[in-house]
């Protein structure tokens, strides 16, 4: 798969955080090439990005520059696979939403026709009053955006204009990469579990698991990216997701109440069940913390309900659902607890992945898995990041049957 990326950079205090995303690409063996305005090289210098990248970086000095025997602009888009400008400041912003060429960046926008992934950054007040050219961007099919966030700005203004994080920004290159800017999802209804639940034996004493919830944030971002509706409910959270609707929870209990109400109010299109939901909980609670002295020497635990068993009773005939099924064990083995766990729980397919391993499972970047429908089709998929292989599930939920 050819992985090209062309970054803009424009004139903003944030264009320092490109340079990590820049030096990351590269580091991951994707070719980057970096153009900048004039405004921007006030802020990066030219050779801190040709040095991260591995390439040269090309400014409005370099705009007739013949490369292959084509103009410049003409030659770098016709390279790009992804086109990103971060930071977008507000002048290129309208520039973009006239069509508007005066520099070597616009200039080989308007040439290219690859997926063109915007991050904005500015003033909160500069924000709020970009929101007419903001809107007429975003209906430019060609658009992929990743809207600003909230917090303490350069100018010590509170609000919104905040560039996405670096990490934000690697991740939907890495989608728009995978899916070439495709839309499959949009308008659809996506609900995911993530994250290990907690059950508590008094306010500082738990039993838990190891899960992070990486895979299911991984999995609401490429449904997010692919332009779905998500939302995610997940345990112990410890990222600020602001892209999709998040709601938070800490026990079995409050995850089985919050997923069984999305599901039966708003009837998903598509469940994914990435959660490690714990099996059992103290049968006692103290809601004070226990002294060393009265804690029980045996612990009596009590069953939890089986959420993904509950919302396969409710789920009407348009209605996916996907389990995952982290086990041990032999590829067989494992193979054969989640093929039984498929048909138990009425599933339409399932995830089986190995959690003992030190590149898959819980706290992971990396996963691997066997994809299984209920009507036996299975697809092993390689050693990947979490993003990829949820592009790889997604991919594998989409497909005819």
Known sequence: MSKRVLIGVTGGIAAYKVCEVVSTLAKNGIEVRVILTESAEAFVSGLTFATLSRNPAYSDRNFWQPTNGKPLHIELADWADVFVIAPLSANTLAKLVWGLADNLLTNTVLASRCPLLVAPAMNTTMWESVQNNWQSLLTNPRIRAIAPSSGILACDAVGNGRMAEPEVILNYIESVLWTKGNQDLMGKNILVSAGGTREFIDPVRFIGNPATGKQGIAIAQAAHHRGANVTLVTANPSLN????????????????????????????????????????????????????????????????????????????????????????????????????????????????????????????????????????????TPLCSKLELAHRLLDFVLKPE
């Open 241 to 380: 997701l602001e892209e999709f609707k998040v709601i938070a929870v800490q026990t079995s209990a409050q995850m089985h109440r919050e997923l069984l109400s999305e599901f039966t109010n708003t009837q998903p299109d598509l469940t994914i069940m990435a959660a490690a939901v714990g099996d059992v909980k103290p049968k006692y609670y103290s809601d004070r913390k226990l002294p060393k002295s009265e804690l029980p020497s045996q612990l009596e635990l009590e069953s939890i309900p089986d959420i993904l068993q509950e919302l396969s009773k409710h789920k009407q005939s348009h209605q996916k659902l996907i389990g995952f099924a982290a086990q041990t064990g032999t590829t067989q083995e494992i193979i054969n607890a989640a093929q039984l766990k498929l048909q138990t729980k009425n599933l339409d397919a399932i995830a089986a992945n190995q959690v003992n391993s030190t590149q898959t499972g819980f706290a992971t970047d990396t996963n691997q898995a066997t994809f299984i429908r209920r009507n036996g089709v299975q697809t092993i």
